[in-house]
């Protein structure tokens, strides 16, 4: 039995618009995107008339060690990481995720961001740590980086060192990632001078939050060919404040969205959608663009993290998608009014991994081993068993743990 599916009548995200078409998958790959594909005898043929494909969502910024609650903090604000981070450190909640199996933890956020619609997740940590969970998670995690913990007086002593980190980067063609600029203290401030002068600001540069950056800072990325990463939820809890993204998308810096982990940040991508949204028109009193949204967890992060083509919808490339139903217009692009009950299947590298019940076939046609769950009224599946995860969770901790990043199951 062949792996080939033609999804019809969809309409398709390409070239920064929604239009009618059907997108033909091939084994891991998009084998064609067209009017009118003609399915061979072995194709699983799919209407998708009604329903939005995107390429599946990236969060650029995450910490799956770290996929517990409740958050900490938010009431005292802070002026570095560090602080935030000590306080984190000496919480009861901390204390109990230390109670917690790491791959039970890894597989919480894998789960929390699949749920999102998030078919890959850069997980800010050093290789060994994530090594034994690639390739076996329900999402992808970006596995080819350097990286720094962050640069200055504060940093974790993760790598070699943010100069030769930066060159294996340019010699790899790899993305060289750091947090930059996580806080509002001097040390902070002075961060982008001290990257610039370990020869490590320039193309291959992924820099997280940048809070206090005015136009001199922003310049100088954008000089340098840098991008950035926002994550606006945890900088408001932790700092109550976030980085001016007005002058970074201004300045055309190349702008991705990401959660953080979860003692601070979002619950979950789509949250993190709606607030962005919400800051910006509150800062600044104009609407964030829907279409800017939308690039800041697609062809953005493609560009930042070097995946290949920035736009994923192209024959050829791997089929990592996202389909939407959510009974709006079907060329308005509305990402930041995404909740759970819109995702109706994720798809990745060809295969179904989470959607709604009308797929079942399509899973049985995969041999995926399926788990049933209700968002708002309606029957999910999933691929795995979330809520056998879940338990172990209680398990471990010695009641039953409810965490609001998962569906109540």
């Known amino acids: 039995m062949g792996n080939s599916v033609l999804f019809q009548s969809a309409s398709l995200y390409r070239n920064g618009k929604l239009e009618t078409g059907d997108l033909l998958m091939d084994g891991e ?32 910024h995450d910490h799956l060690l770290a996929s517990f609650l409740p958050k900490v903090g938010g009431t005292e604000k802070h002026l570095s990481w560090l602080s935030y981070d000590n306080l984190y450190k000496s919480s009861g909640v901390f204390a109990e995720r230390q109670q917690v199996d790491p791959e039970i933890l890894y597989y919480l956020g894998a789960y929390k961001n699949l749920f999102s619609g998030v078919t890959t997740v850069f997980d800010h940590i050093p290789h060994h740590v994530q090594n034994p969970f690639r390739g076996i998670l329900p999402v992808k995690l970006i596995s080819d980086y350097t990286l720094a913990h962050s640069i200055g007086n504060y940093s974790l002593g993760w790598g070699e060192g943010p100069a030769l980190e930066y060159r294996m980067a340019e010699h790899a063609g790899l993305p060289f990632v750091t947090h930059l600029a996580e806080g509002v203290d001097d040390d902070s401030k002075q961060s982008l001078r001290l990257l610039e002068k370990m020869d490590a600001l320039g193309g291959h540069s992924v820099l997280v939050h940048c809070l206090p950056f005015g136009q001199k800072e922003v310049e100088k ?33 190349n702008v991705c969205l990401g959660t953080d982990y979860s003692a601070s940040g979002s619950l979950h991508l789509l949250e993190e959608l709606k607030t962005a949204k919400s800051i910006y028109f509150g800062l600044y009193g104009e609407e964030l663009p829907e279409s800017t949204l939308l690039k800041m967890i697609t062809e953005n992060p493609r560009k930042a993290f070097r995946l290949g083509n920035p736009d994923a919808m192209m024959p050829g490339l791997s089929a990592d998608l996202l389909i939407i139903n959510d009974d709006k217009n079907k060329a308005e692009i509305n990402v930041s009014e995404l909740s759970w009950k819109h995702i109706d299947l994720v798809v990745i590298d060809g295969y179904p991994i989470y959607g709604s019940e009308e797929y079942k076939s399509l899973f049985l046609h995969f041999g995926l081993e399926t788990e049933e769950f209700s968002v708002d009224g309606k029957t999910k599946l999933v691929a795995g068993s979330p809520k056998k995860l879940l338990k172990q969770v209680s398990d471990s901790v010695g009641y039953k743990k409810s965490l609001a990043f998962l569906p109540n199951f």
């Open 29 to 60: 790959k998009i084998a064609a995107i067209d009017t009118n594909l003609s399915p061979n005898n072995d194709t699983v043929t799919i209407s998708l008339k009604g329903k939005k494909v995107y390429p599946g969502f990236i969060n650029s």
């Open 221 to 253: 990325i954008v000089e340098k060919g840098a991008s950035v990463v926002w994550c606006p939820t945890s900088n408001l809890h932790i700092f109550g404040k976030t980085t001016n993204i007005k002058l970074f998308l201004d300045m055309g810096v």
